[in-house]
């Protein structure tokens, strides 16, 4: 999934940017309406849902540096969140801003690593 990152005093790369739904590209399974993202600017996370937040479980990815979160039962990935984003960008963001989190359709778990909120 690419995305544009929040951007100016509301995180790196200029002016801020109204909060709206972004979406998938090549054949992703969202579309822009049921993709939502938010900037929290007090703890310099991004949060990104596909559809309505709901409970999930979150399960940290060390390869990509952020937590996926799953349904419970599918473990269907129903979004992400990237803490201490302004770093994460800085190492994974494109030089135009963008940067692109590319997460399977399913998600393969270890029950001892994922989390239940």
Known sequence: MATNPPTGEHGPGGPAEPPGPA??????????????????????AYHCSYGPPTAALAVWDPERELIVRLD?????????????????????????GTFEVDLPPTYPIDPDTASAP
Do not use: M, Q
């Open 23 to 44: 979406g998938a590209e090549a054949g992703g399974t969202h579309t822009p309406a049921d993709t939502f993202t938010r900037y929290d600017e007090d703890k310099d």
């Open 72 to 96: 419970r039962n599918t473990h269907a990935v129903v979004g992400f969140s990237i803490p201490n984003f302004t770093h994460w960008h800085s190492t994974h963001g494109g030089e135009d």
